[in-house]
């Protein structure tokens, strides 16, 4: 024979105290997590706020107001000045840097050339640039050009001269090769 467990309460009433165990831990746990947040709210509320004087006459309002003014007036100063320096410093970073245009003349120049001379002249809305050098055949200078033509930070390329210098009839036995003398004028362009 086998043992049943009976339950003489009804079901009805374990549901009941089920739902009221369960509701009363569920309770329970809200109430502690929500302490810290209302506790800190009353604190906010009743100790903080408290420090800060209330502006109750018109004077204390308009002291306020005007040093509320005041202080936007510095600040307002201190962006003009700031813009102003700005605008100052757009002005000198507008024109294209130095090392970069040097960067890509040496990706252009080849081994049959030497350069003598390299100016860059600034004027307010473009900058001009003036090569001169040597170089062992018309075929190089010709290179250079090309070269030259087709990067996008170059414009208007021109040879403005390409000749032999003269030299003595002496100093003519002694070099094995004729060297070029050219002068090449171009404009660098802004960005």
Known sequence: MALREINLI???????????????LWAGLLAIL??????????????????RPLETTLGDITRNINTKLQ????????VK???HRLSDIE???SQQSYALILFK??????????LRSLSIQSQSKNSDL??????????????LLNRLSTDELFEKVVLNYARQPSVGKKKARLN???????????????R
């Not at 003036?130 to 290179?143: F, K, Q, R, V």
């Not at 004729?178 to 802004?190: A, L």
């Open 91 to 93: 002005s000198v970073t």
């Open 130 to 143: 003036l090569i001169n050098g040597y170089a062992l055949s018309n075929e190089a200078i010709g290179d």
């Open 81 to 83: 000045k700031v813009n």
């Open 71 to 78: 202080e936007i007036k510095t600040v307002q100063n201190r």
């Open 10 to 24: 009804p079901s009805d009433i374990m549901l009941h105290r089920y739902l009221v165990r369960h509701m009363g």
């Open 34 to 51: 929500l302490a810290p947040i209302v506790s800190y709210y009353i604190y906010q509320t009743k100790v903080a706020l408290s420090y």
């Open 176 to 190: 094995e090769f004729r060297r070029i003398e050219f002068e090449i004028r171009c404009d660098i362009t802004r």
């Open 105 to 114: 003349l040496s990706k252009t120049v080849n081994r049959y050339l030497w």
